[in-house]
């Protein structure tokens, strides 16, 4: 038996995304812990894990509420707009203005408030590996302070590595006076707290337990040390219960229309406008199923015959009794799509890797980017439903995730890990 602690910074989403691998290290005997800020509580506990609670809650939605930021999730965020474009395109002011962003704004205010404790943590319980959630580098200090293995658990295209490669090789073609690197800086000051060395395994781990198949990961450099493990993405959407009508059989064709419930409870709305696309889909041939909280449907009072309004169902579920979607290329939502075979249309917001995932499913032919207007939306519906191309390379793509080793199967190399504290 060896000990396993999950580390992530308070982000229900992120959390998720972990649940079936810490069940699987579970099931197979190991003893597992979840660290992360006390606001993640409920989702933890809910999810039947042991949950142990460092440091305090981390500000970062409160400041960009109370600053009016919001609205800079709404355009392209550097330094990873960029991250599947030629390198050529990519320059170093961009990419360092991106890391002078993210880095004292993002990551080094989420991850601060819980370091000191999550050391504390790992020196008494003494786990043998921890694995991290892409953005908790707390994690990969906290395991480094006490001797742990450690492994990276990313949730989505590897653009951080991505990006981290592309500013190191154009860092290093600077003169040595206008170098700078705000994550080297602000991680040294960190670890250095502690007695840990800053190197780039503190950014990418020893290892990287990716869910993303081999043929749908963008190329990273050799500047940055990623070894990745490969792991099938398993939907986990939380406690639900599975309505009795999905469990009847399809009479006609059915598009769910799922705009992620992080809009909502983070980004304060939706950037699509639902009313307008439900009512401009009325005359499709399909049933329409809108995952819409019901205090948020001003405008939906009377929605077409062919629509069926719902506050919450697991989308899992939702995904298994439907032909499409439509989302907005959040990464639980487009692999939840991919695994079950549908055609995606993916109306994404310009920020982080959201217009990446919808380019990566429109580039292999299983779905379409479209404009938030209700018309585009309309016509990539009536495409994916009428020309059979969609739908043929979206079950390929089901295919390439079902052919990743289950999480089952990467706790045997995760126990490798764990009992040699190295690779």
């Known amino acids: 038996m060896v000990r396993v602690l999950l580390a992530t910074i308070a982000e229900r989403t992120n959390l998720l995304n972990m649940v079936p691998l810490a069940w699987a290290l ?31 809650d981390h500000g970062y939605w409160r400041m960009m509420r109370a600053y009016s930021l919001l ?25 360092l203005e991106g890391y002078r962003q993210v880095v004292p704004y993002w990551w080094r205010m989420v991850n601060d408030p819980m370091a000191d ?83 780039e395994e503190l950014v990418c781990g020893q290892a990287t337990l990716d869910q993303v198949p081999p ?7 050799a500047r940055v040390p990623v070894r990745y493990l490969g792991m099938r993405f398993v939907p986990y959407n939380g406690r639900a219960v599975v309505p009795a ?42 049933e329409v199923v809108a995952t819409v909280p019901a205090d948020r449907r001003r405008g939906l009072e009377s929605p077409p015959p062919n ?7 697991p989308l899992h579920a939702l995904a298994a009794a439907s032909t499409a979607t ?26 982080f890797d959201e217009p990446l995932l919808g380019r990566l499913v429109q580039r292999h032919g299983a779905g379409l980017v479209s404009a938030p207007e209700p018309e585009e939306v309309r016509r990539a519906v009536l495409r994916v439903l009428t020309d059979p191309g969609p739908a043929s390379h979206a079950a390929r793509l089901r295919e390439a995730m079902l052919a990743q080793p289950s999480p089952a199967d990467a706790v045997a190399r995760l126990e490798g890990l764990a009992t040699a504290r190295a690779l």
């Not at 080297?184 to 840990?196: D, F, I, M, P």
């Not at 043929?215 to 450099?221: A, D, E, H, M, T």
């Open 117 to 199: 404790e999550l050391v504390d943590l790992c020196r008494t319980w003494k786990p043998d590996l921890v694995v991290w959630d892409p953005l908790t580098f707390a994690g990969a200090v906290a395991a480094r302070a006490c001797g742990a293995a450690h492994v990276r658990f990313i949730w989505g295209v590897d653009t951080l590595s991505r990006t981290r490669g592309l500013f190191l090789e154009r860092m290093r073609e600077q003169p040595a006076a206008s170098r700078e690197d705000p994550l080297e800086e602000w991680l040294t000051g960190l670890a250095g707290r502690y007695g840990v060395d800053f190197d």
């Open 26 to 56: 579970r099931s197979a005997g190991h003893e597992v812990l979840v660290a992360s800020q006390p606001e993640l509580a409920t989702a933890v506990t809910g999810a039947g894990l042991p949950f142990a609670p460092v440091g305090r």
């Open 215 to 221: 043929g749908l990961r963008i190329p990273v450099s």
């Open 71 to 95: 609205g800079v999730l709404e355009r392209e965020t550097p330094p990873f707009g960029k991250a599947d474009a030629p390198e050529h395109e990519v320059s170093w002011e961009y990419l």
């Open 245 to 286: 009508w999905l469990r009847e059989p399809l009479e006609r064709p059915r598009v769910c229309l799922t705009l992620g419930t992080s809009a909502t409870d983070r980004f304060g709305g939706y950037t699509l406008s639902v009313g307008a696309v439900v009512e401009a889909l009325a005359d499709v041939d399909a």
């Open 326 to 351: 439509i989302n907005h290329g959040g990464t639980g939502t487009v692999w939840t799509g991919m695994v079950h075979g549908l055609p995606q249309i993916i109306v994404p917001r310009p920020t």
């Open 307 to 313: 629509v069926r309004l719902v506050d919450y169902v």
